[in-house]
């Protein structure tokens, strides 16, 4: 009997009830629909176990109601200072505040906002930002202090790191991208105060991140955020004359407005490397899924994909175009995660149409605000589930990668194998749920660790969601996808490959070629939840625990 | 003891309560805040007398929840036939359907839906159109056949003249376009399903009014609709591929899509005159308020106003473009009702941004298609007074007509003087209300008629709203402003232009100058209560009664 991959007999765990339900460290575990564990009560709430890949009938039949902004059009929105704001907002200790990340690595608004908090004395409160980054850190201290005592959001680096020593009480919740918007308009999470960087907005609040000095991009990410939360306070550093235009973020949506020196620093949107792979390994990977997509007649006119960030990404992004140009074809539409090699794409004529969910390079800023081609979205048009209409699900192929990937084909992006919480799920269970072809690409093992696992130490994406998964020495086909249409697809396509000589193994050779490669990481598991990783329904798909 | 301007003694009242409740025809009726009789219960439900102009604070905190839009991603949107939609959406007696009015007086899709509701057998439906015209006179029919029992919309034209005969049992509700807006998010119309036509729209409902053979322009006016309809089916002519950009109306607000022949002719969209006035008469009151204009430096660099139609109106603005060009100066902003004036305006850098509600011809429609400065807006962001930040609060002028206007500077757009209701509100409170000089212009006399009144048929805008009434004998300043810095500034104006040698009379001097011009018409008012006037904050304004 295991749990997460793990003997029973090793964990301080006793079975409640017959093969469903655990007791770990006086925290009740039951098995869901991915053979899991997890917890039924945290975050100071009840979520259902995940129950399958297609997700669940959303339990509430509206979306929560937002606070009709009733104000006396004489009242300005003008507010001196983040002190004032915290004032009129009514800010007391246990309340709930939100943030986004689309100044990344660069953003100040985080730190000021919660400096402020820290020094008025406000403790207990539970943060939502969409992800936190290295340059936010300094909460460490703000956790220590009690000012922090919850999160749910994105952790990337060090706050991961600490937060797997388990210093928090309440486990971290960590939502994709749509899941989190979706949780916000459904009300799983209820937001007292959102406080959002915009780079650009007017004394009524229309805002916009493409003009100013700290332009970022899209506003895409901060809209469930300003129109849910019962206080909206946007945080500034360009203040323009009424009506800022465009209107990413209308002033409908937003109460008070804060002028400050600087919301960040813009060169922080850079993630990762901005630099196509010179890696021969990767660059193998990247030619194969691009061989496969020709043989599949995926690189067709009209197609459509999704890109990303990272060294693979960027090549693949790049190699696709050079294709698209020697067919003389042209895509329909790629989404992104938009770098200078997707605008250029754009720009060649080569993509029909950019859609924007954030920009990693001020080339991509540039474009969008200028190209009426490259259009910006919000989450909830991006890959909410419910929402009913996803640019995601249009997607024909999407490339993503992972920590680990194992036999059954789930993904980890989250943790390491050492388990430490170093990553947030961005995107990945969007684009996985959406894309009706999606490539994991993975080395066979990184510093000497196999990636390729008996059992992923975290699922991040269920392995249903995964098509093909690629490494360096070859690729395997996953057919059994439950619909019965993506099984054929794959089936065929698996054939297909074969035939034109591609290394097509199964998933336990590349688990046992994978292995033979290094040597599995031993993992120090605690007693301690501190996060658990909900699907994009809400549900819980996996714990993780602390590491000693 | 008066109720609506008339001595009890000539109708079929009864005092109830001293003073303030009366019964007319068993209809129990309130004194409000701007003494008209009005009656409490209408529409199956309670609804406020007006209290002021200044609006009500909401009675709900939040917006109705619009319902989660789930739906298997391998489920198409695409139906068949209207016939089928009805049949999908479960339409049966008794439920409210909604439209809009973007196509005007060109729409075919009301006229279709309702003509297969009646196919089906289906009756006692309420419906709430933006504005119906001619176009839609055959609901009269329907309305005799009891497929329509109730109607909440503007009436314009033949419609109004049969509804004034008190055919319907429950009167017409009548609201402003923000209004409107309002009552659906807030919860005091529960749409079931919105029939909304789109010029162009891809499988996923992703639309605009600007692509495909019957373009119309913007889509503010169906956003709501869309929005918090339980259901909503697209009707379009003009199925694109996926996506189709730009998007107007994000396809998370759409379940269903019918592709029909026809959605209407989009030269219906120009309503009454698109000619400037070569009338004398009314080029004196275009000239007379620009003068007032430049006396009180309202011709700034900067400045902001409201544009619409009718000869006046564009009168206005061309000569308004006139007068920016000769001082080498340009307006902020300007919000239409757009015409090819406004953006002959625009195109020649005499305005920074055109904002758009509605298109009334293939030029504005053009423009806002291909430049960037031509922006669309929803309803709510245009003057929702509970939005929180609208354009109409922003602009620095407003030029108004009217049917009527009273000694106290009450407009009446909606009866003409013999009681027919043939105008619906469109956007007159909405803009009154939010704009910081409103002037009202009308003729002494139409047809003989006087036009200034000791007390209008009807109250469509409160006089508190007004600034200033200008006819062409002469004009009139409302110094009865609650606000000290309005009253103020009007009083300075009156002064200022009795300095300039204009012809200042006082209301009271207007009405009898307007008198003496001719002969009041005499009102046959009937016993049923036919429709009641909505103030923007939903409290009812007036009532209008049937005409004998």
């Given at each position: 009997?295991?749990?997460?991959?793990?003997?029973?007999?090793?964990?301080?765990t006793?079975?409640?009830?017959?093969q469903?339900?655990?007791?770990?460290?006086?925290?009740?575990?039951?098995?869901?629909?991915?053979?899991?564990?997890?917890?039924?009560?945290?975050?100071?709430?009840?979520?259902s176990?995940?129950?399958?890949?297609?997700?669940?009938?959303?339990?509430?039949?509206s979306?929560?109601?937002r606070?009709?902004?009733?104000?006396?059009?004489?009242?300005?929105?003008?507010?001196?200072?983040?002190?004032?704001a915290?004032?009129?907002?009514?800010?007391?200790?246990?309340?709930?505040?939100?943030?986004?990340?689309?100044?990344?690595?660069?953003?100040?608004?985080?730190?000021?906002?919660?400096?402020?908090?820290?020094?008025?004395?406000?403790?207990?409160?539970?943060?939502?930002?969409?992800?936190?980054?290295?340059?936010?850190?300094?909460?460490?201290d703000?956790?220590?202090?009690?000012?922090?005592?919850?999160?749910?959001?994105?952790?990337?680096?060090?706050?991961?790191?600490?937060?797997?020593?388990?210093?928090?009480?309440?486990?971290?919740?960590?939502?994709?991208?749509?899941?989190?918007?979706?949780?916000?308009?459904?009300?799983?999470?209820?937001?007292?105060?959102?406080?959002?960087?915009?780079?650009?907005?007017?004394?009524?609040?229309?805002?916009?991140?493409?003009?100013?000095?700290?332009?970022?991009?899209?506003?895409?990410?901060?809209?469930?955020?300003?129109?849910?939360?019962?206080?909206?306070?946007?945080?500034?550093?360009?203040l323009?004359?009424?009506?800022?235009?465009?209107?990413?973020?209308?002033?409908?949506?937003?109460?008070?407005?804060?002028?400050?020196?600087?919301?960040?620093?813009?060169?922080?949107?850079?993630?990762?490397?901005?630099?196509?792979?010179?890696?021969?390994?990767?660059?193998?990977?990247?030619?194969?899924?691009?061989?496969?997509?020709?043989?599949?007649?995926?690189?067709?006119?009209?197609?459509?994909?999704?890109?990303?960030?990272g060294?693979?990404?960027?090549?693949?992004?790049?190699?696709?175009g050079?294709?698209?140009?020697?067919?003389?074809?042209?895509?329909s539409?790629?989404?992104?995660?938009?770098?200078?090699?997707?605008?250029?794409?754009?720009?060649?004529?080569?993509?029909?149409?950019?859609?924007?969910?954030q920009?990693?390079?001020?080339?991509?800023?540039?474009?969008?605000?200028?190209?009426?081609?490259?259009?910006?979205?919000?989450?909830?048009?991006?890959?909410?589930?419910?929402?009913?209409?996803?640019?995601?699900?249009?997607?024909?192929?999407?490339?993503?990668?992972?920590?680990?990937?194992?036999?059954?084909?789930?993904?980890?992006?989250?943790?390491h194998?050492?388990?430490?919480?170093?990553?947030?799920?961005?995107?990945?269970?969007?684009?996985?749920y959406?894309?009706?072809?999606?490539?994991?690409t993975?080395?066979?093992?990184?510093?000497?660790?196999?990636?390729?696992?008996?059992?992923?130490?975290?699922?991040?994406?269920?392995?249903?969601?995964?098509?093909?998964?690629?490494?360096?020495?070859g690729?395997?086909f996953?057919?059994?996808?439950?619909?019965?249409?993506v099984?054929?697809?794959n089936?065929?396509?698996?054939?297909l490959?074969?035939?034109?000589?591609?290394?097509?193994?199964?998933?336990?050779?590349?688990?046992?070629?994978?292995?033979?490669?290094?040597?599995?990481?031993?993992?120090?598991?605690?007693?301690?939840?501190?996060?658990?990783?909900?699907y994009?329904?809400?549900?819980?798909?996996?714990?993780?625990?602390?590491?000693?």
């Open positions: 009997m295991l749990i997460n991959g793990r003997s029973i007999a090793n964990i301080n006793s079975v409640v009830t017959i469903v339900m655990y007791l770990k460290n006086k925290i009740e575990l039951k098995s869901n629909g991915i053979g899991r564990y997890v917890p039924l009560c945290y975050g100071g709430g009840m979520h176990p995940y129950i399958d890949h297609k997700g669940s009938i959303p339990s509430r039949v979306e929560i109601g606070v009709t902004r009733r104000r006396d059009p004489y009242e300005s929105k003008m507010l001196p200072s983040i002190k004032e915290i004032k009129k907002c009514g800010i007391t200790d246990g309340m709930t505040i939100s943030f986004h990340h689309h100044l990344r690595n660069g953003d100040k608004v985080v730190n000021m906002v919660i400096d402020e908090l820290f020094r008025q004395g406000i403790k207990d409160i539970r943060i939502i930002p969409t992800a936190l980054f290295d340059v936010h850190n300094r909460l460490i703000h956790i220590k202090r009690g000012t922090i005592t919850r999160i749910e959001g994105s952790l990337n680096g060090g706050l991961g790191r600490f937060i797997s020593e388990g210093i928090l009480e309440e486990p971290v919740i960590l939502r994709s991208h749509s899941g989190r918007a979706r949780a916000i308009q459904q009300g799983d999470i209820e937001i007292d105060v959102a406080f959002l960087g915009v780079s650009c907005c007017d004394p009524l609040g229309n805002a916009n991140g493409l003009m100013g000095r700290s332009c970022y991009g899209p506003c895409g990410f901060l809209k469930a955020d300003a129109k849910f939360a019962k206080k909206t306070v946007l945080i500034t550093d360009e323009v004359n009424f009506p800022c235009i465009p209107i990413s973020l209308p002033g409908t949506d937003v109460d008070h407005i804060v002028v400050v020196e600087s919301i960040g620093d813009p060169s922080g949107i850079h993630t990762g490397t901005l630099k196509i792979t010179d890696d021969p390994q990767r660059l193998t990977i990247a030619n194969m899924i691009l061989d496969v997509m020709d043989i599949g007649d995926v690189i067709r006119n009209g197609m459509s994909f999704q890109a990303g960030s060294g693979i990404s960027l090549a693949l992004t790049k190699l696709l050079d294709r698209l140009r020697k067919k003389d074809i042209k895509a539409f790629a989404v992104g995660g938009t770098t200078k090699y997707l605008v250029s794409l754009l720009e060649d004529g080569l993509i029909g149409y950019l859609i924007d969910g920009s990693f390079d001020m080339e991509s800023v540039r474009s969008l605000r200028d190209n009426p081609n490259h259009v910006e979205i919000s989450v909830d048009q991006y890959a909410n589930l419910h929402s009913g209409a996803t640019f995601t699900e249009m997607e024909d192929v999407s490339f993503l990668s992972g920590t680990e990937v194992d036999t059954e084909f789930n993904v980890n992006v989250n943790t194998s050492d388990g430490y919480l170093l990553h947030g799920i961005g995107g990945h269970q969007d684009v996985a959406g894309s009706k072809l999606t490539f994991i993975v080395p066979l093992t990184r510093k000497g660790n196999p990636i390729i696992k008996d059992r992923v130490t975290t699922v991040t994406t269920p392995g249903k969601l995964v098509d093909i998964v690629v490494t360096e020495v690729l395997a996953n057919t059994t996808n439950v619909r019965k249409e099984r054929q697809r089936e065929d396509l698996e054939s490959c074969k035939k034109n000589g591609f290394n097509v193994m199964s998933i336990d050779e590349l688990r046992r070629t994978s292995k033979a490669s290094g040597m599995d990481i031993l993992r120090k598991e605690g007693n301690k939840l501190v996060a658990t990783i909900q994009i329904d809400g549900t819980t798909l996996d714990s993780v625990w602390s590491v000693k």
